[in-house]
């Protein structure tokens, strides 16, 4: 039986003679293909937008995600989701586009490589404190972390590392067990259950591209909720009553007129 490559990390297509360390894995290469499929489909989709009441079927699937994107963004965060749709939708669409070809043949998923996971992780990881700063200033922000007492900066900081962390770690062991647990069926029964395999596998990956998002969008909306917290407390100090959003005034007025 042929060598079986657990990871795209192992599944190497070039490597130079004079620079061992300087190859190109089929980590690197999914990767692109997944990054040049989502370009180009997103250009052949609004290049010619409609506005009529019939339009072409694949801006009404672009729609429909779009609009289910921003309605998950709106419950997790309670603000308006266009500033956070371009990072979180772009995570979700990557991470489920690249599972979503594992039905072509010899395609592996790049997210079944810890440096692909580890590097989707580090991007949520810089862009929390980035809404954060970009939603209360940099002081108030940095502020958080030693609150209620300067003892907690070491924890704070541990923490935030540590769910960076559990991104990666969550999103590359189930991705990566799936093509582990595959690979071993192969071997044993190679008709019908790796078909099989292979459909969870398609469900596991859509599910994981979820809740990697959700997950990056809780980070976020945890970082710029720090603001509103400092605000309601500081209106509690001057006697104020509290600022709300509209989205939330809206909502409690609709909740009031439903127990009514």
């Not at 991104?167 to 192969?186: C, D, W």
């Not at 990056?216 to 909306?221: E, L, N, Q, T």
Request: charged content about 15%; glycine content about 6%.
């Amino acid at each position: 039986m042929a060598d079986v490559q657990i990871t795209t990390d192992q599944w190497i297509f070039w490597q130079s003679d004079i620079w061992p360390w300087l190859q190109l894995n089929a980590t690197i290469a999914f990767t692109w293909l997944v990054m040049a499929i989502l370009a180009v489909g997103s250009w052949l989709i609004t290049r010619k937008l409609s506005v009529d009441t019939e339009i072409p079927p694949f801006q009404n699937v672009l729609e429909v995600v779009v609009t289910g994107m921003r309605d998950q963004i709106r419950e997790v965060s309670r603000h308006d989701p266009g500033k956070y749709l371009p990072f979180v939708g772009t995570l979700f669409l990557f991470i489920a586009m690249a599972n979503l070809l594992t039905i072509v043949p010899w395609y592996r998923p790049p997210t079944g490589s810890l440096s692909t996971t580890a590097a989707l992780a580090t991007c949520v990881f810089i862009a929390v404190p980035l809404y954060g700063f970009a939603s209360q200033g940099v002081g108030r922000y940095l502020k958080h972390y030693i609150q209620p007492t300067p003892l907690m900066l070491p924890f704070n900081i541990i923490g935030e590392l540590s769910r960076t962390l559990a991104l990666a770690v969550r999103l590359y062991g189930n991705m990566m067990s799936g093509t582990v647990i595959a690979a071993i069926l192969i071997g044993f029964v190679p008709l019908f259950v790796p078909v099989l395999m292979q459909i969870l596998g398609l469900l596991t990956g859509m599910i994981q591209a979820y809740i990697f998002a959700v997950l990056a969008m809780v980070y976020i909306a945890s970082a710029t909720k720090v603001q509103q917290q400092a605000e309601s407390d500081d209106a509690k100090k001057q006697g104020d009553p509290p600022q709300y959003n509209s989205e939330t005034e809206e909502q409690s007025t609709g909740d009031n007129h439903e127990q009514q």
